[in-house]
């Protein structure tokens, strides 16, 4: 399977692979690194919006394939005490 490049086809993938009941809002934006992966290779980096969080404990995925990505990204849970929240003003913004 060839690797996605463009950010807005993997926004749309990792959209589709959120579980039930978390709004693509939970997502700020992804990043499609063709260098920072395994062996040089390319990787995928996900962004989450104040109040979310994935098994990792953070705001941040980074995975090598499309298959290590899905898992976490099933598990984006709402972070209802986020220090983000205050430290933020309740908005991320990582531009």
């Known amino acids: 399977m060839a690797r ?12 589709k692979m959120l579980p039930k009941g978390v709004p693509a809002s ?3 934006s992804v990043e499609c690194d063709p260098w920072d992966g ?3 290779g390319g990787s995928y980096w996900v962004y989450l919006n104040d ?3 994935c098994d990792m404990g953070c705001h941040t995925i980074h995975e090598d394939t499309l298959a290590d990505l899905k ?5 984006i849970e709402p972070w209802p005490d986020d220090p983000a929240l205050t430290l933020h003003n ?6």
């Open 38 to 40: 395994e062996n040089g």
């Open 90 to 95: 309740g908005y991320t913004s990582y531009k």
């Open 51 to 53: 109040g979310w969080t």
């Open 4 to 15: 996605i490049t463009s950010e807005k086809v993997l926004m749309d993938r990792v959209v």
């Open 71 to 75: 898992p976490v990204v099933q598990s």
């Open 26 to 28: 939970a997502i700020e």
